[in-house]
């Protein structure tokens, strides 16, 4: 058999044909559906690698792209400190050049001078004309009664100059010609241009300014000349007084530091007088006069310094006159802009409308009156105006709250011609809960007392808790059930819950605690006058909607009897709260009902209710959605304000040297910020509970279904309510500050400022005085009168004192002695010495404002014109345009 080749040699293994067999036994016995899934399962594999290539691919692209763009600013951060380098490296160059021009300029002088004096000399008949011509001039001079300097002119000839000189006989060297420097602003080339000047005697700073300035085409107002020492030279004195013996006649044109109140050293020196003996000069000294001191006369000569003069003034206010100083120049209206104050109003305006679409005028009082008047108000009868119906507030024990419960309440909500009912229409469920206090176990009746000892020496005593704890490790609150009600309630031949209105979902013996009520009726928890107090307790309820309202009256009456027969409300209880809520058809607003009864252990009963209007739903009417835009209205310029003009406060301040810090701090930034956070707070809080919540009529059918208790919903509209009070109150003081334009509002501005300054210091007396009076009175009436008897209480009532509001009769009854020390202390304090200071501090900051303010009717920065005004109105595009197309007529 012949041989296969090499190359087949492999293909015809005995061992790879073995494995070739088996691989094709195993495909023979695999299963085509295990086939079919590890198909599909291989191709989702390759797929899923696919697509993670794919986001590598992307994201590496996405990677790219970034990393072009750092390498971008990069480049551009390089760029431009390139550019700030070199243009450092341009001014010191510039100012090396400058320096050496002056140097070339100087040797160039100087030289040509040596060669004027030097060839002057070449010829014996020159020298001695001008020996001559010099004679002469001196003789001249000295006829003059002056002297003489020989100086070198440009045509080579000695020349007399006169040397003036002063009453001691000393000679002034007269400057006839000196040199003016300007930089331009904004000379991309930087450099320094020279101008020289010829003056006289008698020219002075004014005018050299305004020639130099209307040479180089610069505002006059904005630019001062100094000295190569940097001193600013006055616009009053003589251009010969500027320099002193040798200095150099240049004076540098400079553009004005507005912000600059401190004078440097050299400046204060520089405007020194010169001492006439000396040559030198010396601070100004003045007299009693007021005059200044002759500079050989002395103080121990019998005058006195200005200093002194001022503190020998003895009339009120006139030291304070004299030392007063100008007001810095304020930048507010840099940052009033018209299209703010537009803002501002048109958001003013639309808040208005808002509030009147939501709640026309009177329309929430009147809702919630009707309900106070046929609950809370006692109802009188007969010429006599004897008492018919009890009212809640008149409550002070037991028997007046039962009477309340079994005569007032069913009269009004549950008699269909009451006064209630005419105009408005209960809504669900009464609700009738209470809280108790457990009681100590039988064989530690004093476990809850603070003196055990003391109580057991008293047969019969025992204590109870004095107020509800709900949580914690040893909780007050009583959870047990009412035995004795219960027999008495489910004892009776006909069933109650269920039958005539009753509601069947809680029992008056039984406890329900805070998460079930929570959850079947929505019930809140209140804060009274004592503690605040959870959502559980022992409940029964009454359907208000009942069709048999006669019915539902004597199960009502029944029941509250019943309940007062088996000692329902006892020492142990602690509250007892109604709640219900009712609805005007005709003013469209709902009144949720809630009355506390506050038990403390003392024998003593608070009361205290909440009739509150609100609406379930606020995206129902016509009016609710007129006032929704204009909420959308209100959004976006709100929104206005949060990007572009709060941050323009930022940029005002920095721009003036301050902190953008302050733009928080400010009355402004605080306006802005309140209305900025309110507007957002309330616009969601709205958004979500009163447009996003359910329907009207859907909240009707499931308050008719159990109990609702609407507490919670009608606080949430009230607290809506308030912010965008406290909004409308920000935009108020916002819009007066636009105001400040006006110069009379501006200077009342600043008054007021002033005056919060120095409030703040006298707070730091007022506030621990007043508090420590507070304090007093809490402990001589706490005991025995109310609005005393807690310290937030008292604090009020004090501060009604403070307004002459006083009940000296009550308070002198409980405590004749200490009630005269205390009165007569307050008001001299208060009354005669705080209140007065605060009156001085406003008049004195007034004082101060109006004396230190420029009121110039010719000054345009205080008081406009109608260019300025323009100016202000329309955009700098519109000025020129109008100024072009007046140029043209």
Same mark, same amino acid.
């Given at each position: 058999?012949?041989?296969?080749?090499?190359?087949?040699?492999?293909?015809?293994?005995?061992?790879?044909?073995?494995?070739?067999?088996?691989?094709?036994?195993?495909?023979?016995?695999?299963?085509?559906?295990?086939?079919?899934?590890?198909?599909?399962?291989?191709?989702?594999?390759?797929?899923?690698?696919?697509?993670?290539?794919?986001?590598?691919?992307?994201?590496?692209?996405?990677?790219?792209?970034?990393?072009?763009?750092?390498?971008?600013?990069?480049?551009?951060?390089?760029?431009?400190?390139?550019?700030?380098?070199?243009?450092?490296?341009?001014?010191?160059?510039?100012?090396?050049?400058?320096?050496?021009?002056?140097?070339?300029?100087?040797?160039?002088?100087?030289?040509?001078?040596?060669?004027?004096?030097?060839?002057?000399?070449?010829?014996?008949?020159?020298?001695?004309?001008?020996?001559?011509?010099?004679?002469?001039?001196?003789?001249?001079?000295?006829?003059?009664?002056?002297?003489?300097?020989?100086?070198?002119?440009?045509?080579?000839?000695?020349?007399?100059?006169?040397?003036?000189?002063?009453?001691?006989?000393?000679?002034?060297?007269?400057?006839?010609?000196?040199?003016?420097?300007?930089?331009?602003?904004?000379?991309?080339?930087?450099?320094?241009?020279?101008?020289?000047?010829?003056?006289?005697?008698?020219?002075?700073?004014?005018?050299?300014?305004?020639?130099?300035?209307?040479?180089?085409?610069?505002?006059?107002?904005?630019?001062?000349?100094?000295?190569?020492?940097?001193?600013?030279?006055?616009?009053?004195?003589?251009?010969?007084?500027?320099?002193?013996?040798?200095?150099?006649?240049?004076?540098?044109?400079?553009?004005?530091?507005?912000?600059?109140?401190?004078?440097?050293?050299?400046?204060?020196?520089?405007?020194?007088?010169?001492?006439?003996?000396?040559?030198?000069?010396?601070?100004?000294?003045?007299?009693?006069?007021?005059?200044?001191?002759?500079?050989?006369?002395?103080?121990?000569?019998?005058?006195?310094?200005?200093?002194?003069?001022?503190?020998?003034?003895?009339?009120?206010?006139?030291?304070?006159?004299?030392?007063?100083?100008?007001?810095?120049?304020?930048?507010?209206?840099?940052?009033?802009?018209?299209?703010?104050?537009?803002?501002?109003?048109?958001?003013?305006?639309?808040?208005?409308?808002?509030?009147?679409?939501?709640?026309?005028?009177?329309?929430?009082?009147?809702?919630?009156?009707?309900?106070?008047?046929?609950?809370?108000?006692?109802?009188?009868?007969?010429?006599?105006?004897?008492?018919?119906?009890?009212?809640?507030?008149?409550?002070?024990?037991?028997?007046?709250?039962?009477?309340?419960?079994?005569?007032?309440?069913?009269?009004?909500?549950?008699?269909?011609?009451?006064?209630?009912?005419?105009?408005?229409?209960?809504?669900?469920?009464?609700?009738?809960?209470?809280?108790?206090?457990?009681?100590?176990?039988?064989?530690?009746?004093?476990?809850?007392?603070?003196?055990?000892?003391?109580?057991?020496?008293?047969?019969?005593?025992?204590?109870?808790?004095?107020?509800?704890?709900?949580?914690?490790?040893?909780?007050?609150?009583?959870?047990?059930?009412?035995?004795?009600?219960?027999?008495?309630?489910?004892?009776?031949?006909?069933?109650?819950?269920?039958?005539?209105?009753?509601?069947?979902?809680?029992?008056?013996?039984?406890?329900?605690?805070?998460?079930?009520?929570?959850?079947?009726?929505?019930?809140?928890?209140?804060?009274?006058?004592?503690?605040?107090?959870?959502?559980?307790?022992?409940?029964?309820?009454?359907?208000?909607?009942?069709?048999?309202?006669?019915?539902?009256?004597?199960?009502?009456?029944?029941?509250?009897?019943?309940?007062?027969?088996?000692?329902?409300?006892?020492?142990?209880?602690?509250?007892?709260?109604?709640?219900?809520?009712?609805?005007?058809?005709?003013?469209?607003?709902?009144?949720?009902?809630?009355?506390?009864?506050?038990?403390?252990?003392?024998?003593?009963?608070?009361?205290?209710?909440?009739?509150?209007?609100?609406?379930?739903?606020?995206?129902?009417?016509?009016?609710?959605?007129?006032?929704?835009?204009?909420?959308?209205?209100?959004?976006?310029?709100?929104?206005?304000?949060?990007?572009?003009?709060?941050?323009?406060?930022?940029?005002?301040?920095?721009? =003036?040297?301050?902190?953008? !810090?302050?733009?928080?701090? &400010?009355?402004? @930034?605080?306006?802005?910020? +309140?209305?900025? /956070?309110? $507007?957002?707070?309330?616009?969601?809080?709205?958004?979500?509970?009163?447009?996003?919540?359910?329907?009207?009529?859907?909240?009707?059918?499931?308050?008719?279904?159990?109990?609702?208790?609407?507490?919670?919903?009608?606080?949430?509209?009230?607290?809506?309510?308030?912010?965008?009070?406290?909004?409308?109150?920000?935009?108020?003081?916002?819009?007066?500050?636009?105001?400040?334009?006006?110069?009379?509002?501006?200077?009342?501005?600043?008054?007021?400022?002033?005056?919060?300054?120095?409030?703040?210091?006298?707070?730091?007396?007022?506030?621990?005085?007043?508090?420590?009076?507070?304090?007093?009175?809490?402990?001589?009436?706490?005991?025995?009168?109310?609005?005393?008897?807690?310290?937030?209480?008292?604090?009020?009532?004090?501060?009604?004192?403070? =307004?002459?509001?006083?009940? !000296?009769?009550?308070?002198? &009854?409980?405590? @004749?002695?200490?009630?005269? +020390?205390?009165? /007569?202390? $307050?008001?001299?304090?208060?009354?005669?010495?705080?209140?007065?200071?605060?009156?001085?501090?406003?008049?004195?900051?007034?004082?101060?404002?109006?004396?230190?303010?420029?009121?110039?009717?010719?000054?345009?920065?205080?008081?406009?014109?109608?260019?300025?005004?323009?100016?202000?109105?329309?955009?700098?595009?519109?000025?020129?345009?109008?100024?072009?197309?007046?140029?043209?007529?």
């Amino acid at each position: 058999m012949t041989a296969l080749p090499a190359i087949f040699a492999d293909a015809y293994d005995p061992a790879n044909a073995k494995d070739a067999i088996e691989d094709e036994e195993k495909v023979d016995s695999l299963d085509l559906n295990i086939c079919k899934s590890n198909i599909r399962h291989w191709s989702q594999q390759r797929r899923e690698k696919k697509e993670y290539a794919d986001r590598l691919e992307a994201k590496l692209q996405y990677l790219s792209k970034e990393l072009a763009r750092k390498r971008e600013q990069v480049e551009q951060r390089e760029a431009n400190i390139r550019i700030e380098q070199e243009k450092a490296k341009k001014e010191r160059d510039s100012r090396t050049r400058e320096k050496q021009e002056k140097l070339r300029a100087q040797n160039q002088q100087i030289q040509s001078m040596v060669e004027e004096i030097l060839y002057s000399r070449s010829s014996g008949d020159d020298k001695n004309r001008r020996r001559l011509e010099y004679l002469s001039g001196k003789e001249k001079a000295a006829a003059a009664g002056g002297d003489v300097l020989a100086i070198a002119d440009k045509g080579g000839e000695l020349q007399a100059v006169d040397k003036s000189k002063d009453h001691s006989g000393k000679s002034i060297l007269v400057t006839d010609t000196l040199v003016i420097t300007f930089q331009p602003p904004g000379d991309p080339a930087n450099l320094r241009y020279h101008l020289s000047y010829r003056v006289d005697a008698t020219t002075t700073i004014k005018q050299l300014r305004g020639d130099a300035c209307k040479y180089w085409g610069v505002p006059e107002q904005d630019y001062v000349l100094k000295t190569m020492a940097n001193s600013k030279v006055q616009d009053e004195i003589l251009v010969n007084n500027c320099f002193r013996q040798g200095e150099i006649a240049v004076l540098r044109l400079s553009r004005r530091d507005q912000r600059n109140t401190v004078v440097s050293e050299a400046e204060e020196k520089a405007i020194m007088p010169i001492d006439p003996k000396t040559g030198t000069r010396k601070p100004k000294r003045y007299g009693a006069e007021g005059g200044p001191i002759a500079a050989g006369d002395d103080e121990d000569q019998g005058g006195e310094s200005y200093e002194q003069a001022l503190n020998g003034i003895s009339a009120y206010g006139m030291n304070q006159i004299v030392r007063l100083r100008d007001t810095k120049p304020s930048e507010h209206v840099s940052k009033i802009k018209l299209s703010d104050s537009v803002a501002f109003a048109v958001l003013m305006i639309l808040s208005v409308f808002g509030l009147l679409y939501r709640s026309p005028p009177s329309t929430e009082y009147y809702s919630a009156e009707g309900v106070r008047q046929a609950v809370v108000h006692p109802v009188y009868q007969g010429p006599d105006a004897i008492p018919r119906y009890q009212g809640f507030l008149d409550i002070r024990d037991e028997n007046d709250l039962w009477n309340w419960l079994g005569t007032r309440i069913p009269e009004a909500l549950m008699t269909a011609d009451s006064d209630l009912r005419k105009f408005n229409l209960p809504i669900g469920y009464l609700q009738l809960r209470q809280q108790r206090a457990r009681v100590p176990p039988a064989e530690d009746v004093v476990k809850f007392c603070a003196r055990k000892s003391v109580v057991l020496k008293m047969p019969g005593a025992e204590c109870l808790d004095s107020s509800l704890v709900y949580e914690g490790a040893e909780p007050t609150q009583d959870n047990s059930d009412l035995d004795t009600l219960r027999t008495a309630w489910e004892d009776l031949s006909e069933p109650r819950h269920g039958v005539d209105g009753r509601g069947d979902t809680y029992r008056p013996w039984q406890f329900a605690p805070a998460n079930t009520t929570k959850e079947l009726s929505k019930t809140a928890a209140l804060r009274g006058s004592i503690q605040q107090y959870d959502e559980s307790g022992y409940i029964v309820e009454y359907n208000l909607n009942e069709v048999d309202l006669g019915a539902l009256e004597v199960a009502f009456r029944r029941d509250m009897l019943l309940l007062n027969e088996q000692k329902w409300i006892d020492r142990q209880s602690r509250m007892i709260v109604l709640s219900f809520a009712t609805y005007n058809p005709i003013f469209d607003f709902w009144c949720s009902c809630t009355f506390l009864v506050e038990m403390p252990p003392s024998g003593v009963f608070f009361t205290k209710y909440w009739v509150q209007p609100f609406r379930p739903n606020m995206d129902e009417t016509n009016a609710e959605t007129s006032s929704n835009y204009f909420d959308y209205l209100r959004f976006a310029i709100v929104l206005y304000i949060f990007l572009f003009v709060f941050p323009a406060h930022i940029v005002h301040k920095t721009n =003036n040297h301050k902190a953008g !810090l302050w733009a928080f701090v &400010n009355l402004t @930034g605080i306006c802005d910020m +309140i209305i900025i /956070v309110f $507007f957002y707070v309330a616009f969601a809080y709205r958004w979500a509970l009163f447009k996003l919540n359910k329907k009207t009529l859907d909240v009707v059918n499931e308050a008719q279904t159990r109990f609702y208790d609407f507490y919670d919903l009608s606080q949430q509209y009230w607290t809506i309510q308030i912010l965008e009070g406290v909004m409308f109150v920000a935009l108020c003081i916002r819009m007066l500050a636009f105001a400040r334009l006006n110069r009379s509002i501006f200077q009342l501005w600043r008054v007021l400022g002033a005056a919060l300054q120095q409030y703040m210091y006298f707070a730091l007396l007022f506030i621990p005085l007043f508090l420590g009076f507070c304090f007093t009175a809490h402990t001589i009436w706490g005991r025995r009168l109310f609005g005393f008897d807690t310290f937030w209480g008292t604090i009020i009532a004090t501060l009604m004192m403070i =307004n002459g509001n006083v009940d !000296l009769e009550r308070m002198s &009854n409980d405590d @004749g002695v200490w009630t005269v +020390i205390f009165v /007569v202390l $307050f008001f001299f304090i208060f009354s005669f010495f705080l209140m007065n200071a605060f009156t001085a501090i406003m008049i004195e900051s007034m004082y101060k404002v109006f004396m230190s303010s420029g009121n110039d009717p010719k000054d345009q920065n205080v008081y406009w014109n109608r260019d300025r005004w323009m100016r202000w109105m329309c955009p700098q595009l519109c000025m020129n345009l109008a100024k072009a197309c007046r140029g043209r007529n």
